[in-house]
């Protein structure tokens, strides 16, 4: 009888310190100040990666975009102008008629016209060759605008050869036009005109 009153006594001093403790709304890690700091620092240092890893994420995504659109084909084209004489009149365009090189498809046969894909920098050069006794002044045009006059005398072999690099927006087109007058000029794969992007 006396050893049960014992354990009776023992079950509710238990149950008193128990619901004490668990009662405190202290958690019972607080109680460990050192393990509070080094949560702390753990947390701060997950914060710092967690950054950093955001930061490299963001950059990695710019690095494989340039990559991306440095892989890609960049715009290059030759045409050759393959026409014996031809009389040209004002406001014509020059047809280089034979293409021999045209990645992407921006240089028109039809039209011979260039039409840039996107904005970049681009090169362009060629030659042009003048029929005698007729000179040849010829306009090289950007979206209607001359940026140069390509002349070539009326003397037998004379001919005139550019060269430009020109700044372009996506749709801007760039060509070879008779600005006035009326001249004969050689086509006779004496002249031709190429370009390609640089950047
Ligand atoms: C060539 O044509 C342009 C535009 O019409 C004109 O300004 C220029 O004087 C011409 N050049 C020659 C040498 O005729």
Redesign the pocket.
């Known amino acids: 009888m006396g050893l049960l009153v014992h354990i009776f006594a023992a079950i509710v001093a238990l149950n008193l310190v128990g619901r004490a403790a668990l009662q405190t709304d202290q958690p019972v890690l607080d109680l460990f100040p050192e393990f509070n700091s080094l949560k702390t620092s753990y947390h701060q240092t997950i914060q710092t990666f967690q950054s950093e890893f955001q930061t490299i994420q963001s950059e990695l995504a710019t690095v494989k975009s340039k990559l991306q659109s440095f892989s890609e084909p960049r715009p290059a084209f030759l045409a050759v102008w393959t026409a014996d004489t031809v009389a040209l009149r004002s406001g014509d365009i020059i047809k280089f008629n034979h293409v021999v090189t045209d990645i992407g498809n921006d240089y028109s046969s039809s039209t011979g016209k260039f039409k840039a894909p996107k904005q970049g920098t681009y090169f362009f050069g060629g030659t042009v060759v003048s029929a005698p006794p007729d ?1 040849l ?1 010829l ?1 090289l045009m950007k979206s209607g605008t ?1 940026i140069m ?1 390509p ?1 070539a005398t009326g003397t037998q072999g004379d001919s005139y050869t550019f060269t430009a690099v020109l700044q372009l927006n996506a749709g801007d087109t760039v060509y070879v036009q008779k ?3 009326a001249e004969k000029a050689y086509g006779r794969s004496h002249s031709i005109f190429s370009g390609f992007m640089i950047f």
């Open positions: 000179p002044n306009s001359p006059n002349y600005p006035s007058g």
